[in-house]
Each structure stands twice: as C-alpha cells, then as structure tokens.
C-alpha cells in the first residue's frame, strides 16, 4: 500500500508563489507517473501537472503552463509542485497521485493512489 502525504498549501495573494510537496510513504514507491489535480468548490477534479519517473517527461495542462513546474526527487520519492504567479482562480484542493501505468498522465483513472489534499487559496 502506498501513501501520499501533501504539504504546503496555504493562503496566498495574486501574483505570489507556493511550493506544495507530496511524500510517499509504506513502500518505496517505482511508480510510473505522479501527477497534481485540484478541485474547487463546484467543479470537477481536473489536471494540472504530471512527471514521469523514469524519464522525467513532464505534462501540464493549457492553464498553468508557464507557471507551474512539476518535479520529482527519486531518492526520496518526493514530488513538489512549483507554483508562481498565482491567480484568484488557482483556488482549489490541490491532490497527489501516484499511478502504476503508463497511461495518459492527465486522466484521473491512471492513477491508482490519492493524497488527502491541500487547500491553497489565492486572494485578489
């Protein structure tokens, strides 16, 4: 069984920055690709960035590009979600996930592990 713990969410004002970090724990971890999604109030889980492990290719989806930057530490099994020039409506729960498959790293059925999630609010 694999857990993932996120951290460093918080409150922060338009334009700032925030580091979110997730950490597995219970096994060490070889997954094929780690990945962030969100979800604001309302609204459906989406993607938002995703590393493979071995080859370090990285996706992001159309609305953080540029912003964001996903990597991954592999000694420490370690993903941290970069994230500068916030905006108002980067405001969601933000989840780590861990899948076992080379599937499509921006479709929630790749992954087969989900964090608890960390709230991260940005104010205008």
């Known amino acids: 069984q694999v857990q993932l713990v996120e951290s460093g969410g918080g409150l922060v004002q338009a334009g700032g920055s925030l580091t979110l970090s997730c950490a597995t724990s219970?096994?060490?971890?070889?997954?094929?690709?780690m990945g962030w999604f969100r979800q604001a109030p309302g609204k459906e889980r989406e993607f938002v960035a995703a590393?493979?492990?071995?080859?370090?290719?990285?996706y992001y989806s159309d609305s953080v590009k540029g912003r964001f930057t996903i990597s991954r530490d592999n000694a420490k099994n370690t993903v941290l979600l970069q994230m500068n020039s916030l905006k108002p409506e980067d405001t969601a729960v933000y989840f780590c996930a861990a899948g076992t498959t080379y599937g499509s790293p921006a479709i929630k059925s790749t992954y087969a592990y989900w964090g608890q999630g960390t709230q991260v609010t940005v104010s205008s």
């Open positions: 219970g096994r060490t971890f070889s997954g094929a690709t």
């Open positions: 590393v493979r492990w071995s080859s370090g290719s990285t």
